[in-house]
């Protein structure tokens, strides 16, 4: 069994790709508003909301259980791709490495949305972290209705 893996997903959302990459990119202090059974909370360590390399903490929910992930931001401003590398926290207790990554691309009028998880587990017992994806599609659904309804 490899301890090394991607899983991803990809779906179209209604907003644009700028619209969309921009939550990410310097409101992301609004994300508990449009997701607040997802997600409860962001508190920057390090940086500030829009800098590349900064620190925040993000406390979520997922299948049920209240969980806190500490990451490192990282923009591609020019393919709109964000990168959370977890430092700390709940996920780490399974995984040596973790990195979520959203982008967005432009796709008609909306966007296409390709969401992954590349990931380095601890153990062999450790399972995919199929849930972490889950989750970043829920966020990413909500996030689309928060901005289309707007």
Do not use: C
């Not at 390090?46 to 900064?54: F, I, L, P, S, V």
């Amino acid at each position: 069994m490899a301890l090394q893996g991607k899983v991803e997903t990809e779906f179209e959302i209604k907003a644009s790709a700028d619209q969309f990459y921009n939550v990410f990119r310097s409101q992301a202090h609004q994300v508990p508003n449009a997701t607040p059974d997802h997600i409860q909370g962001i508190e920057v360590h390090e940086g500030d909301w829009e800098t590349h390399g900064a620190v925040k903490s993000w406390k979520y929910t997922v299948e049920g259980n209240a969980e806190v992930f500490k990451e490192k931001v990282e923009f591609d401003d020019a393919n709109r791709i964000v990168t959370q590398v977890g430092v700390e926290g709940h996920v780490m207790k399974d995984f040596k490495n973790i990195k979520a990554i959203y982008q967005v691309i432009p796709k008609g009028d909306g966007s296409l949305a390709k969401l992954s998880v590349e990931y380095e587990k601890l153990r062999e017992d450790v399972p995919t972290p199929d849930k972490y994806l889950n989750l970043m599609a829920n966020v990413t659904k909500d996030i689309d209705a928060h901005l289309v309804k707007a």
